[in-house]
């Protein structure tokens, strides 16, 4: 039995069909945790998304941002969700695409095997959250996402705001969890989400750090692999395992091995990127 961790999917259907041909992946023996992100910009959302959910017994998934959008997106009218990206479209518009949102929507914020000695999420963790408390707010936010009151979190789930802090209730609070395990890159000493900084480090302004790397954060006891911050790329340190390679902007698909002591990445080539338009004519860029 081999387990392996897999950045950032985002509808890059070839290259995770390569990535999991591979890494010799069999559903009968081995198990994958996929890092969240499954849908969005690769074009190919609804069959990657189908892929997914037919490894379902043989898989582990987190949310990302782009699949809580995917989500809220499906409780709106219509006439809204036939505004949004094509790729998208093809996923709300097909014929078990009920099958398929019910399934997405039960899987959790964060996953966590102690045995394995891992833990996983899509973003980040708060500094101050230990593995234990990251758990109790993920299954927050899962109950409310998996009940009937869902639209409500849907509906208002989008916002910077509020900070996090232990005495939020409601959809603030509800917010602000899921800001911090799906959006997470920089933040504060104390926590505060810097949203509009998403390069790669050393490009932050002064006073904020890596979220892994936030002084005084809380020991986890957990080895943490995550996706989200295509900048980083592949990035190991501070107990922390970031895989996504940036697929769908033509960078790599990575997996990452758990169950070894020796440190195992397998990588494949990501969506391949349009070639630019040719250059045009001496003296005919006025023209344009």
């Not at 987190?62 to 809204?80: K, P, Y």
């Not at 891992?118 to 708060?126: D, P, R, S």
Request: aromatic content about 6%; proline content about 7%; some cysteine.
């Amino acid at each position: 039995m081999a387990v392996w961790a897999i950045g950032d999917l985002q509808g890059c259907l070839g290259p995770t069909e390569r990535l999991l041909e591979r890494i010799g992946f069999d559903p009968a023996r081995d198990l994958l945790w996929f890092c969240g992100d499954l849908v969005n910009r690769g074009g190919e959302s609804l069959e990657t998304l189908r892929l997914v959910h037919s490894l379902r017994e043989s898989a582990v998934t987190v949310l990302g941002n782009h699949d809580l959008s995917l989500l809220a997106i499906a409780e709106r009218r219509e006439a809204d969700q036939r505004k949004v990206n094509p790729d998208l479209q093809r996923v709300l518009f097909a014929p078990d695409r009920d099958q398929l949102l019910d399934w997405l929507r039960t899987q959790p914020l964060v996953h966590a095997d102690r045995e394995l000695g891992w833990m996983m999420v899509h973003a980040g963790l708060a500094p101050k959250w230990s593995a234990d408390d990251a758990l109790a707010m993920s299954g927050e936010v899962e109950r409310v996402l998996q009940g009937s009151n869902r639209q409500g979190l849907l509906r208002n789930m989008y916002g910077d705001r509020p900070a996090w802090s232990n005495g939020l209730r409601g959809t603030d609070r509800q917010r602000a969890i899921i800001n911090t395990f799906t959006r997470m890159r920089y933040c504060s000493p104390r926590g505060r989400i810097a949203f509009e900084e998403k390069g790669a480090p050393g490009t932050q302004q002064p006073g904020l750090y890596p979220w892994y790397a936030v002084p005084g954060r809380v020991e986890r006891g957990l080895k943490l692999v995550c996706g989200h911050w295509s900048s980083l790329g592949l990035f190991i340190g501070h107990g922390v395992h970031a895989i996504d390679t940036g697929a769908v902007w033509g960078g790599k698909l990575t997996a990452l091995r758990l169950d070894s002591d020796e440190l195992q990445v397998v990588q494949v080539e990501g969506r391949p990127q349009p070639a630019p338009p040719p250059p045009l004519p001496t003296g005919a860029q006025g023209r344009r």
